[in-house]
C-alpha cells in the first residue's frame, strides 16, 4: 500500500510556480481564497513529488481492532505495491492470521479520474470479488478504514485548500483542507495536517455526508528510506460514531525489488499465499 497520498499532476505542475513555503507568503494566501487554494495545491504537488521514483515495495503489516469497550482482534498481513507511470499505483494485500482470514488477497488499482478498480479473492468461496465502484466509504475488513481511504491518494482525486500553518506535537505541519471529486465519496471534506520536513500526513480529520467529524487518523513512527521515502510505522484511525479504533503496524519495509505487473494481476489473488 502506499502512503496514502500521492502522484502526479504534470499538467498543473507545469502551469503552478514552484513550491514557495516562506512564512513570508502566508498573509497574501490567507487574505486571498484563490491563493488559498493554490497554496494547497502546491503542497499537495510537491508532497506527491518527493514520492516519486520508489518503483516498487513491499512490507509486513498487523492490524488491530478494537471495539467501544476495549474488546481486540488482531490480522496479520503482507503488502506489495508498484508504481505505475501516468497513473496510480497498484497494490496486493494478503491476510496470513487469524485462520479464518488466511489467504484473503485484496488488489486494487489506483486511478487519478476514473474510478479505482478492486477486487477482493475470498479462499472459503474459491472466487474472486469485484469491489463496486460505488462501495468505496465501506469498511475495509471489518476495520475503521474505508476501501477509500487505504487506495494510494493521487492528487487529482480532490481540491485543496491550505487553511494555516500550525504546530502539531512539537512539528511544524501545514493544515490543508481537500474535497473528494469522487462521486460516491463517504466524505464532505479531508482536513490535513502535512508535515513541512517529511511532507507526510501526520493527522487527518474525515467528515461524513454530513459535514460531522467522523473519524480521525494520527500517523507517527515515521523512517526514511532509500534517502527519500518516508513511510510511517503506525497509523491509529478512531471512529468519533461507534467508538471503535483500528491500528495499523507496519514492519520489514523493503524497495526495489523487481516486482512487476505480473505480480498485480488478478490470477495473483489466487496465486498468494
Known amino acids: 500500500m502506499k502512503k496514502l497520498y500521492s502522484k502526479p499532476l504534470i499538467a498543473l505542475a507545469l502551469l503552478l510556480p514552484s513550491l514557495a513555503i ?12 484563490g491563493s488559498a487554494s493554490e497554496r494547497g495545491l502546491e503542497i499537495a504537488l510537491e508532497a506527491d513529488r518527493r514520492d516519486l ?3 516498487d515495495q513491499s512490507a509486513n503489516m498487523t492490524m488491530v481492532l478494537r471495539n467501544r469497550t476495549g474488546q481486540e482482534s488482531t490480522r496479520a498481513m503482507r ?30 488499482y489506483t486511478h487519478a479520474l476514473i474510478a ?3 477486487w477482493l479473492y475470498l479462499p472459503a468461496l474459491k472466487r474472486v470479488k469485484r469491489i463496486s465502484s460505488s462501495n468505496k466509504s465501506g469498511p475495509f475488513m471489518g476495520s475503521e478504514f474505508a476501501y477509500e481511504d487505504i487506495s494510494s491518494q493521487e492528487v487529482e482525486k480532490y481540491t485543496y485548500k491550505w487553511l494555516r500553518d500550525q504546530m502539531l506535537d512539537g512539528r511544524n ?15 464532505t471534506k479531508q482536513i490535513v495536517w502535512m508535515d513541512e520536513e517529511m511532507y507526510q500526513p501526520v493527522k487527518v480529520e ?30 491509529h484511525m478512531v471512529n468519533h460514531l461507534t467508538g471503535k479504533e483500528t491500528t495499523l ?10 516486482l512487476s505487473e505480473r505480480d498485480f494481476d488478478q490470477s495473483s489473488l489466487q496465486r498468494a499465499r
Open 79 to 108: 503488502l506489495k505495491s508498484l508504481e505505475v507511470e501516468g497513473d496510480g499505483d497498484q497494490s496486493l494485500t494478503i491476510f496470513d492470521e487469524p485462520r479464518d482470514v488466511e489467504g484473503t488477497a485484496f488488489l486494487s
Open 53 to 55: 521514483g520508489w518503483q
Open 249 to 258: 503496524t507496519w514492519t520489514d519495509y523493503e524497495f526495489q525489488t523487481d
Open 173 to 187: 505541519a501545514f493544515v490543508v483542507e481537500r474535497i473528494p471529486q469522487y462521486e460516491h465519496s463517504g466524505y
Open 206 to 235: 474525515f467528515y461524513d455526508r454530513r459535514g460531522s467529524l467522523l473519524k480521525t487518523l494520527v500517523a507517527d513512527q515515521f523512517q526514511q528510506y532509500l534517502g527519500q521515502y518516508w513511510r510511517t510505522g503506525r497509523m
Open 116 to 118: 479505482d478498480e478492486q
Open 22 to 33: 516562506a512564512q513570508g507568503d502566508i498573509s497574501v494566501a490567507a487574505s486571498d481564497i
